[in-house]
């Protein structure tokens, strides 16, 4: 069994301004340094696009848990209705009636895609029950904002230490994560 190297050093940019964030952002990555993330305690439109990361594919999964749900309350349904379960006639109503299922089938819809969508959300952040949360710098949930960039190479850390000076950090600082 190997044991995997779970070392991590890491370069923090911290600002308090988030244009000039989107500036360092986009100056690290045209520079061809690894950005980790970055950490705000608000959203700032247009960061992913700097940061380069690649649209979601969340929609996606969404309509699949949609249809998943349409298609269990029409199976559900048309067993209940037609099956040798328990057929009643329920007002003279014929067995296959369309209009009567839209309002299950929307419904089981909306709560297969609100569960499946919570349970993708927990898969894909690796969030579990009693994980604590690594923070950056306690000032990044009040009113920082923190720009990691891996450190790969030792001699990197002056070449993003001079582009997080140069577009206005307010501090500069090295991380070692060991987990």
Same mark, same amino acid.
């Given at each position: 069994?190997?044991? /995997? ?14 244009? #000039? ?9 045209? *520079? ?12 700032? =439109?247009?960061?992913? #696009? *700097? ?21 269990? *309350? ?22 296959? =009636? +369309? ?14 895609? *609100? ?7 927990? +898969?894909?952040? #690796?969030?579990? =029950?009693? /994980? ?14 923190? +720009? ?11 070449? +993003? ?19």
């Amino acid at each position: 069994m190997s044991m /995997k190297n779970n070392n991590q050093k890491l370069i923090l940019g911290i600002y308090d301004d988030p244009d #000039k964030v989107l500036a360092a952002t986009r100056n690290v990555r045209k *520079a061809g340094f690894d950005i980790k993330d970055v950490y705000t305690p608000f959203p700032i =439109h247009g960061i992913d #696009k *700097a940061m380069g990361i690649q649209r979601s594919r969340l929609g996606i999964s969404a309509f699949l848990f949609a249809m998943t749900g349409l298609l269990t *309350a029409v199976v559900m349904m048309v067993y209940m209705s037609w099956g040798d379960d328990w057929e009643i006639n329920i007002g003279g109503k014929p067995n296959l =009636h +369309i209009p009567t299922y839209i309002p299950v089938t929307f419904e089981l819809s909306i709560l297969f895609t *609100a569960f499946g969508m919570v349970a993708t959300f927990f +898969i894909v952040s #690796k969030m579990a =029950h009693g /994980k604590n949360p690594t923070l950056m710098d306690i000032r990044q949930t009040d009113d920082r904002i923190v +720009i990691a960039v891996n450190l790969h190479n030792t001699g990197d850390s002056d070449a +993003i230490n001079k582009i997080f000076q140069s577009n206005g950090a307010l501090e500069v600082k090295e991380r070692d994560l060991s987990i």
